[in-house]
């Protein structure tokens, strides 16, 4: 069983920053990619960022490029997410995922590829 656990979220003025934190416990995961993805009110999933087992390749949405850094600490089994100059359109409930399954892939944007999940930590960003 894994289980991948966010903290960090809450309310923060626009021009602000918040770290997330996503903390993996439970059965040893192995090499794996770490995607942050975020949900707003009647919106679709989206993906924010990802990086890879290394640490050394990330990739970011369009949105968020510039603004956001994620990064990976083997150590202390847990991926970062700071997020910088925030914007009341960042607002939504920010998940953390995992991707197991050997494959070609180093990072990865699409939801679909990730097998465990996290229960989501709220970020809200005032105007």
């Known amino acids: 069983q894994v289980q991948l656990v966010e903290s960090g979220g809450g309310l923060v003025q626009a021009g602000g920053s918040l770290r997330l934190s996503c903390a993996a416990s439970?059965?040893?995961?192995?090499?794996?990619?770490t995607g942050w993805f975020r949900q707003a009110p009647g919106k679709d999933r989206e993906f924010v960022a990802t990086?890879?087992?290394?640490?050394?390749?990330?990739d970011y949405a369009d949105s968020v490029k510039g603004r956001f850094t994620i990064s990976r600490d083997k150590a202390k089994n847990t991926v970062y997410l700071q997020m910088n100059s925030l914007k009341p359109e960042d607002t939504a409930v920010y998940y953390c995922?995992?991707?197991?399954?050997?494959?070609?892939?180093?990072?990865?944007?699409?939801?679909?590829?990730?097998?465990?999940w996290g229960q989501g930590t709220q970020v809200t960003v005032s105007s």
């Open positions: 995922a995992a991707d197991v399954r050997p494959s070609g892939r180093i990072v990865s944007s699409t939801a679909l590829n990730y097998d465990y």
């Open positions: 439970g059965r040893t995961l192995g090499s794996h990619i």
């Open positions: 990086v890879s087992w290394s640490g050394r390749t990330t």
